[in-house]
Each structure stands twice: as C-alpha cells, then as structure tokens.
C-alpha cells in the first residue's frame, strides 16, 4: 500500500532536494518510495506555482534582467536522431527563462521551454501583464527579444541588450581549446528601444540566480546523473527552487530593509 509520507519527513525531504540532494539520494536516505517523492514534489511544485501567480502581478519595477539557463530532459539535443527529435519534441534541451528585479533580486516571471521566437514572445507577453508603469529591460543578444519585447509592453520599455566579450572571441579558433578559464576582457551594452540608461543596463544578477539554481537544483546541474527523466518533473522542481529563491533572498531582505 502506497502510504503518504508524513508531515514531519516530507519537509525535510524537501529541504535536502532544495539543498541539491539528488531524488534517488532523498528517497534512499529518508527511506520514503519514489512514487511518493513525486507525488510531493508535484504537489509542492503547483502550490508554488499557484502562490506566484497569486502575489507576483500589479507590481511596479524599476530594472528588470531577462536571461536564460540551459539544461536538458531525458537526453541530450546532441544524441538524438531527427526522428526521435521529431517522435519526442519533450526531449532534449530545456531552457529556464528568467526575469528578475535588479533591486529586490526577485524573480518576477519564469517559465521553462525550449529557446525559440515562440517561447520569447510568450515570456514577454507574461512579464508585461504582471508589470504596470514604465520599465527598463536588459537581456541577452538573443534575437527573439528584439521583436517581443517591444511588442508585449509597447512604449513603456527601454530595452538594452548586454554582451560579454572573453578572451576567446579574440584569438582564432584553433587556439580555443589552451583556454580551460575563458576570462571576461570585455562588456558592450546596446540600446534597442526607449532611453535606456546603458550605466545600469545588466544581467549580472540574473546570471548569479542562475548559478544559485545549478547549486541548489542537481538536475540543472552540467555533468550528472541525476537528469531529469520528465519535463513535468523538471518543470515543477524549477517552480520549487524559484520560490524558495524568492523567500530567501527577496522576501528576507525587503522585510529587513
């Protein structure tokens, strides 16, 4: 008989999953079956979800950062043939859009997806709907931004788009691989729309919640096994790992300050 877990053990699962426990480690050590981790995991995961979409909108933002982070469900992009791409579109690549509050380092908006023009003009269109006023945006060079942006908020953006040049980019390419620690020689900051103030215009915060994200969350992690299998599954422990992001390092320091 599958019980349910009890109170007491299913948050300190939770604890060790948010602290990058693996889920067959969390399983083995707290002596709880799989099925029953999933099963909170997915609970837990659409509360947080509920509870961002609940509190997180009408909100007033003065510096917003826009970027991406890779990972990968079930299989890597790379080891697929055209047909399983083709059989399993919810394979492969997975990116975690990210938009964060430069002053609060809260995350306004995300959504997990692949990386294309669709997926930018909805992400877009989500951060307007919960942003009123005038604001200012900086992401990546990604192209998608250039035309979802000043469609979803229209003239209340001054969008910018920040690139960072590494020593790399300067050298030819069959001198790439001497560089084990590609260092930053470099920033160029681009106003796209609007008035932008280029002196403030920057993804370094949103880069360093992602870093926070690849610590925290074992299945964004580059080299692991511990992988996630489902996208539903990979989805929802994004939505976790933003929420307790959001509590402990926005809502912590704004009832400080």
């Known amino acids: 008989m599958n019980h349910r877990i009890t109170s007491e053990k299913r948050a300190m699962i939770l604890m060790a999953i948010c602290e990058g426990l693996a889920l067959n480690s969390a399983c083995r050590m707290f002596k709880a ?3 029953n981790v999933l099963r909170l995991l997915r609970e837990v995961g659409e509360a947080c979800e509920d509870w961002h979409n609940r509190h997180f909108k009408n909100l007033s933002v003065a510096r917003l950062e826009l970027d991406e982070q890779w990972s990968y469900v079930h299989t890597h992009k790379e080891r697929m043939s055209k047909e399983e791409k083709k059989r399993h579109p919810e394979r492969g690549d997975s990116w975690l859009w990210a938009a964060l ?24 269109q989500n951060i307007a709907s919960r942003i009123e006023g005038r604001v200012q945006i900086t992401s990546d060079k990604l192209q ?32 790439w691989p001497k560089y084990r620690v590609d260092p930053l020689v470099g920033v160029e900051r681009e106003a796209v729309t609007g008035n932008p103030d280029l002196r403030t215009a920057t993804v370094c915060h949103v880069e360093r919640f992602f870093l926070t994200m690849r610590m925290a969350n074992k299945r964004t992690a580059r080299k692991t096994l511990a992988y996630s299998k489902r996208w ?11 929420f307790v992001y959001v509590w402990t390092s926005a809502v912590l320091r704004i009832t400080k300050n």
């Open 144 to 175: 998608g931004y250039a035309y979802a942006i000043p469609t979803a908020f229209g003239d209340r953006a001054d969008f910018a788009t920040e690139e960072k040049m590494f020593q790399s980019s300067r050298v030819p390419a069959h001198e």
């Open 232 to 242: 539903d599954n990979h989805a929802l422990m994004s939505s976790i790992h933003v």
């Open 101 to 124: 509050d430069a002053r609060s380092k809260a995350i306004i908006y995300w959504q997990t997806g692949k990386r294309t023009a669709r997926a930018a003009h909805s992400f877009a």
């Open 33 to 35: 079956s799989k099925p």
